[in-house]
């Protein structure tokens, strides 16, 4: 079915790109989109012999797009381009800024009544050109900005057959008999990746829940059956407490593989004390998949 334009576009930054997983920020709606234009690249090679082609060879290399938008306000340039959004407001345009790759997620009615849900993954964005022409007399409502980037295949990739495949862009038509019927309410709650990692981790904690008799200078560690976001390792998703609520202050450290989290508490736990050590569920997976449920230890120090 033929594309018949596009009614709605989210924006997401992608917050972590690597051979375990993908991360995303939650996806941003961008109201009164006019035009998203993809314009995929191909390399080519040919090969021939007797004088007629024997063979050829394409290649994905990236894909061009382009984003008009009635308006783009001051937060969006800031969040799409790496700009700063000084207190007084506004955008300031500079020469250190860093954009981000942005995710681009779409809904585009298709001839029929059906849609199409689509998302491209890792986009780069160039500041738009500003045009400002005098109006000579009549209204003109199409100076607009209008955004171009590049968007590049992921370092995250899945598996098909024997090879691993890196991907740039996914989309779905509501004809599609795989089509997931809730599709227009989750589409733009995150950013889809098929075929990727969506089991949430596990967690095992020393010293084990129930235990008693425990050193007043043990640690508490977690670990984890895969290695885990180590953006997430703070003191608002690993501490300590006491059985009466008070926190136990203490230094929070991850290992090289991202898997195992130690809290070493400033001063020895006091003796014959319950303690209660907790993960909290916004701890990920590094392709974004969160615990299923918080982790709550008790334990009890010996005498």
């Known amino acids: 079915m033929p594309?018949?334009?596009?009614?709605?576009?989210?924006?997401?930054?992608?917050?972590n790109d690597t051979s375990a997983g993908m991360t995303f920020d939650t996806p941003q709606y961008y109201k009164n989109v006019q035009e998203l234009d993809i314009k995929p690249k191909i390399n080519t090679d040919k090969a021939y012999g007797e004088n007629r082609l024997i063979d050829q060879a394409v290649a994905f290399?990236?894909?061009?797009?382009?984003?008009?938008?009635?308006?783009?306000?001051?937060?969006?340039?800031?969040?799409?381009?790496?700009?700063?959004t000084?207190?007084?407001?506004?955008?300031?345009?500079?020469?250190?800024?860093?954009?981000?790759?942005?995710?681009?997620?779409?809904?585009?009615p298709l001839r029929g009544g059906d849609y199409r849900y689509g998302v491209i993954y890792k986009t780069l964005f160039q500041p738009p050109d500003d045009t400002m022409k005098g109006l000579e007399g009549k209204p003109d409502l199409s100076q607009v900005p209008k955004l171009t980037g590049t968007a590049q295949p992921t370092e995250w990739g899945f598996v098909d057959g024997n090879k691993t495949k890196h991907p740039w862009e996914y989309h779905i038509d509501t004809t599609d008999p795989n089509c997931p019927a809730d599709i227009d309410s989750t589409w733009f709650n995150a950013v889809t990746v098929p075929g990727?990692?969506?089991?949430?981790?596990?967690?095992?904690?020393?010293?084990?829940?129930?235990?008693?008799?425990?050193?007043?200078?043990?640690n508490i560690v977690w670990t984890f059956n895969e290695a885990i976001d180590s953006t997430k390792v703070n003191?608002?998703?690993?501490?300590?407490?006491?059985?009466?609520?008070?926190?136990?202050?203490?230094?929070?450290?991850?290992?090289?593989?991202?898997?195992?989290?130690?809290?070493n508490p400033?001063?020895?736990?006091?003796?014959?004390?319950?303690?209660?050590?907790?993960?909290?569920?916004?701890?990920?997976?590094?392709?974004?998949?969160?615990?299923?449920?918080?982790?709550?230890?008790n334990f009890t120090t010996a005498a």
Do not use: H, W
Not at 65 to 81: E, H, K, M, V, W
Not at 235 to 254: E, H, Q, R
Not at 271 to 286: E, F
């Open 3 to 15: 594309v018949c334009g596009i009614e709605k576009l989210y924006v997401a930054k992608q917050l």
């Open 266 to 297: 400033t001063s020895n736990l006091l003796a014959s004390t319950a303690y209660i050590a907790v993960c909290t569920a916004n701890v990920t997976d590094v392709a974004g998949n969160p615990l299923s449920n918080m982790s709550i230890t």
């Open 235 to 263: 003191a608002a998703n690993f501490f300590l407490m006491k059985g009466d609520g008070t926190l136990v202050p203490g230094l929070l450290v991850i290992d090289g593989t991202n898997k195992i989290v130690t809290l």
């Open 196 to 218: 990727a990692d969506a089991t949430p981790p596990t967690v095992t904690v020393t010293p084990a829940n129930a235990e008693t008799g425990i050193a007043a200078t043990s």
């Open 61 to 84: 290399d990236s894909a061009d797009i382009s984003l008009n938008l009635y308006d783009l306000t001051s937060a969006q340039r800031g969040y799409l381009l790496g700009q700063t």
């Open 86 to 108: 000084p207190t007084g407001g506004g955008t300031i345009a500079a020469s250190g800024d860093t954009p981000p790759f942005i995710a681009v997620l779409y809904k585009a």
